[in-house]
């Protein structure tokens, strides 16, 4: 079963190159911790002369430590917040290193040395691995072959493609695409057909593509599967078009993967046990800290909603859990008596969003309340939202398998999905928010949730904006693409 998270592929120069450059930014990191530390220009000299090995094991401790977090394995995307993440888990690694060697006397080193060195690593390798990044995918492209023929090889042809004005630019170029079955093939989607499967090996060998994305379902033949095999042993990068659009998108079409592939996908996290621990521990510390610390917060507004209007200053409503069990959902009222929809900008019959309504929707305060959700075990802090019984019930005849799929983990109060697209109430919104969530539910780790906890924190300060505004023009392209 293919899994639907990190893909990558480097050249012989990458591994390489980002050892040399973590190297040197090592160096720069320790001349300045030391100059600041010491006051004295000549301090790195005198260190250094002192313990001539003490800079090639730092050195060599840090490559190990990347190494170990999967920095160098493969050239993976770090302009993705999820690897800026794993950057810092990794210098952090290294931070507790050092300082357990210098505790027990085996260096010199002071901890405000070592807190400085830390902060200058933390800048220098994000930003030398963010424009190592941007520099390969201008100027080292990987070329790349799609095999047979399918709808997502021409999508995937639309997002590569160096004319595609939505800025993403992996650093791939197509070549082609290789047809499923003799005879069969012809120029389609702006890909030009470089043959069929039973000459694969010949074409492959005559391209020579870094990467082959496979795609379309031939791979139930034997003959197929055993070319593909042969592929991988002579050193080319397997990649499946779905999981590489799901990388580019952040989304997975679900009707492009088969039920058992979506079923397994989705409720592989489930599998394990000591993640889900992880993950309710976490929310229920960050759930009290934040309920306690916002808890002023929400009886003042409170009061304020109950002198705007008439009604109780909070809003309850019945929403679908974990395997379809109902709870209670507990916001802030944001509307007048009668109003019963949960959605932004929403005015149900019998009720209108009121002026601080309105404010505490757009500054997401109405949603403070739900830490206690989270608290009492109804909802996480991240997870798919959880939806009114109604629209559950929709989604349960539009989507396949959408009960034991998205319901397969708690309800969050923020989610990849929540991030990256709009509030819907459309079939064709909900069939989009779920790729989002089947994204998620594929992907599901400490680390992401973390990278979704940094998001939303951002777009509640409104720094995603002018990003958001760069998905909707995405959007837009790909459903006029699609309706044509």
């Avoid at 993440?85 to 300082?99: D, K, P, R, S, Y």
Wanted: positive net charge; glycine residues 10%; charged residues 20%.
């Amino acid at each position: 079963m293919t899994r639907y998270n990190h893909f990558g592929f480097c050249g012989w120069y990458d591994t390489p190159a980002l050892m040399f450059i973590d190297i040197l930014c090592v160096m720069a990191s320790m001349g300045i911790s030391f100059l600041f530390c010491c006051n004295r220009p000549d301090c790195v000299y005198h260190i250094l002369a002192d313990s001539p090995y003490y800079l090639a094991v730092v050195a060599a401790v840090t490559v190990s430590v990347f190494y170990l977090f999967d920095l160098y394995f493969i050239n993976k995307d770090f302009l993705r917040l999820h690897q800026v993440v794993n950057i810092w888990m990794a210098i952090g690694t290294l931070f507790l290193i050092m300082h357990f060697v210098s505790y027990f006397g085996a260096t010199g080193t002071s901890l405000r040395c070592l807190f400085v060195y830390t902060a200058a690593m933390l800048v220098f390798v994000t930003a030398a691995r963010v424009s190592y990044s941007r520099f390969s995918r201008k100027y080292l492209l990987k070329d790349a072959v799609i095999i047979a023929e399918a709808p997502l090889a021409g999508i995937l042809f639309k997002l590569l493609h160096p004319d595609n004005a939505q800025g993403y630019k992996y650093g791939i170029r197509l070549l082609g695409y290789i047809a499923g079955k003799r005879g069969e093939g012809k120029s389609s989607y702006g890909l030009q057909c470089l043959g069929s499967i039973e000459d694969m090996d010949q074409i492959l060998a005559a391209r020579s593509p870094l990467v082959v994305i496979y795609a379309g379902d031939h791979f139930e033949n034997d003959a197929v599967i055993e070319h593909l095999i042969r592929q991988k042993l002579q050193g080319a990068v397997l990649i499946s078009a779905i999981g590489l659009y799901g990388e580019i998108t952040g989304r997975i079409p679900y009707e492009y993967v088969s039920r058992t592939g979506l079923i397994d996908s989705c409720l592989r996290g489930s599998r394990y046990g000591g993640m889900k621990a992880v993950k309710r521990s976490f929310d229920i510390v960050l759930g009290a800290i934040l309920l306690l610390a916002s808890l002023p917060l929400i009886v003042f507004c409170a009061l304020i909603v109950m002198l705007e209007s008439e009604g109780p200053g909070f809003f309850t409503q019945k929403r679908i859990g974990m395997l379809g069990k109902p709870f209670t959902i507990y916001k802030l009222r944001t509307m007048t008596a009668g109003g019963e929809m949960d959605a932004p900008g929403g005015t149900p019959a019998g009720g209108e969003v009121t002026r601080f309504g309105r404010f505490l929707r757009g500054h997401y305060i109405d949603e403070l309340p739900q830490f206690y959700n989270v608290l009492i075990g109804d909802m996480s802090i991240v997870g798919p939202r959880p939806e009114m019984e109604t629209f559950a019930h929709k989604c349960e005849k539009l989507i396949p398998d959408y009960q034991w799929l998205r319901l397969s983990v708690r309800p969050g109060i923020t989610g990849w999905g929540q991030v990256w697209h709009e509030h819907t109430t459309t079939n064709a919104g909900y069939r989009g928010k779920f790729e989002y969530d089947f994204y998620y539910l594929a992907n599901a780790s400490f680390r992401f949730d973390l990278e979704i906890i940094v998001l939303t924190a951002i777009k509640v300060i409104g720094a995603l904006r002018r990003k958001n505004k760069i998905l909707v023009k995405y959007r837009d392209s790909r459903k006029h693409s699609q309706a044509g």
